[in-house]
């Protein structure tokens, strides 16, 4: 059975990555509207990603006999109008699930569950990725500035990203 403040604690981060999931969907659109393909595909898999993130959290509390709480999801808001705006704000967002992820895995230590812990320690290492995943992306995005030939070299290497479906765990 599972600690009453860390099952709290993981719904309020069902909550969070579904957020996410619903956040880059809506950056989806906006490249679509843009008609720029490969930020399209690169956003559909982060879209998918995030939603393997919180079924993760979801099996996980599951099977630690927890209640899952699926809250409403707020209304996704993409800031920025330019897609070097918009992937700051997707950093901005990451390096707010990752501090939200340590918070939890501070409850997890609180309560002293060390089988959540190791659980958390995937997604730890998950936020390092995202965040350099992204920091790359935002990167190359700060060189091509106003060069719309360079954005369309790198909305085909986005093209490339392909979803693999995470090992959670
Ligand atoms: Fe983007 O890592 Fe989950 O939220």
Redesign the pocket.
């Known amino acids: 059975m599972i600690n009453e403040k860390l099952e709290e604690a993981f719904n309020d981060q069902i909550n969070?990555?579904l957020?996410?999931?619903y956040l880059?969907y809506a950056m989806k659109v906006y490249f679509q509207e843009l008609n720029l393909q490969g930020f399209v595909n690169w956003f559909d898999v982060?879209v998918q990603?995030?939603r393997a993130?919180?079924v993760g959290m979801i099996d996980y509390l599951n099977e630690r006999g927890g209640k899952v709480d699926l809250r409403a999801i707020e209304k996704p808001v993409v800031e920025g109008s330019t897609p070097l705006e918009v992937f700051e704000h997707v950093l901005r967002?990451?390096e707010y699930?990752?501090s939200?992820?340590n918070h939890l895995a501070d409850v997890a230590e609180e309560v002293r569950d060390r089988a959540a812990l190791n659980l958390l320690d995937w997604?730890i290492k998950?936020?390092v990725e995202?965040e350099a995943t992204v920091g790359s992306v935002l990167a190359t995005l700060r060189l091509i500035g106003e060069d719309k030939k360079a954005l369309l070299l790198l909305d085909k290497d986005l093209a490339t990203r392909t979803f693999v479906a995470p090992v959670i765990g």
Do not use: G, M
Request: aromatic residues 14%.
């Open positions: 969070k990555e957020y996410s999931e880059y982060q990603e995030e993130h919180a967002h990451e699930v990752t939200r992820i997604y998950e936020q995202e």
